[in-house]
């Protein structure tokens, strides 16, 4: 059973456009949604996180937007470049105030061209 | 700082030979966590220790698969009688843990393990 679904699996954008990824989940416990990227051969590495209290959290040019009544958020990488090409991964989790587990969705395989 | 390290970075294995991969965690968390990243697919969660308490062993795919922390800070993955099935990058993360909500996950660099 896969808790979180992420989509698309690869994506091209060009230089300059904006990446969106989505997901969805079906644990309505959950109350953490962090996005990670990786690059190839390293460990991923926390890029945003959003709770669901807000609808829509930007950190420069990236941003979460959040649809708790459809269980939904995405990523949106504005003005992408080609340093974003990477692998980005959704998650979700249940924080009861203590360490908990990471549900993570595929993955999506940015690259951007020039 | 230092990050949370994992060693080795790569295991090349026979089918049915038991491994050992240790992570090291960033000083001071008292959460750690072990994932495993097959090819193409998505981090799967396999066990995570939170200070004292007993650790979340749900995740774990068979009883082939253990884990132990000592002394709060270095875990050992062990996989005995390894498969073929079992090749993956096994990932380890820490955190603060506690009721701080810091919850963010560090990732290592994972050890890429090959089963022959």
């Known amino acids: 059973q896969q808790q979180v679904k992420q989509s698309p699996q690869s994506l091209i954008v060009q230089k300059g456009g904006i990446s969106i990824i989505n997901c969805a989940y079906e644990n309505t416990a959950f109350d953490y949604f962090p996005w990670y990227q990786q690059f190839p051969g390293k460990g991923p590495a926390l890029l945003i996180a959003?709770?669901?209290?807000?609808s829509e959290k930007k950190e420069g040019r990236f941003t979460i937007s959040f649809n708790k009544s459809a269980k939904q958020f995405s990523l949106h990488i504005m003005d992408s470049q080609p340093g974003d090409s990477a692998t980005y991964f959704c998650?979700?989790?249940?924080?009861?105030?203590?360490?908990?587990?990471?549900?993570f969705g595929t993955g999506t395989r940015l690259q951007v061209t020039l | 700082g230092a990050g949370v390290s994992q060693s080795p970075s790569n295991k090349v294995t026979e089918k049915g030979k038991d491994v050992e991969l240790r992570c090291d965690p960033i000083?001071?968390?008292?959460?750690l966590y072990w994932y495993r990243q097959s090819l193409g697919q998505g981090l799967e969660f396999l066990i995570y220790f939170q200070g004292n308490s007993a650790p979340d062993k749900s995740g774990l795919p068979s009883d082939r698969f253990s884990a132990e922390r000592t002394g709060g800070s270095v875990s050992t993955l062990t996989i005995q009688r390894t498969q073929q099935e079992d090749s993956a990058v096994y990932l380890c993360?820490?955190?603060?843990?506690?009721?701080?909500?810091?919850?963010?996950?560090?990732f290592g660099p994972g050890t890429r393990l090959l089963v022959l």
């Open positions: 993360a820490s955190s603060f843990g506690g009721s701080s909500r810091r919850e963010t996950q560090y």
């Open positions: 000083s001071g968390h008292t959460a």
């Open positions: 959003i709770r669901p209290d807000v």
């Open positions: 998650a979700a989790s249940i924080t009861p105030g203590t360490a908990s587990k990471l549900t």
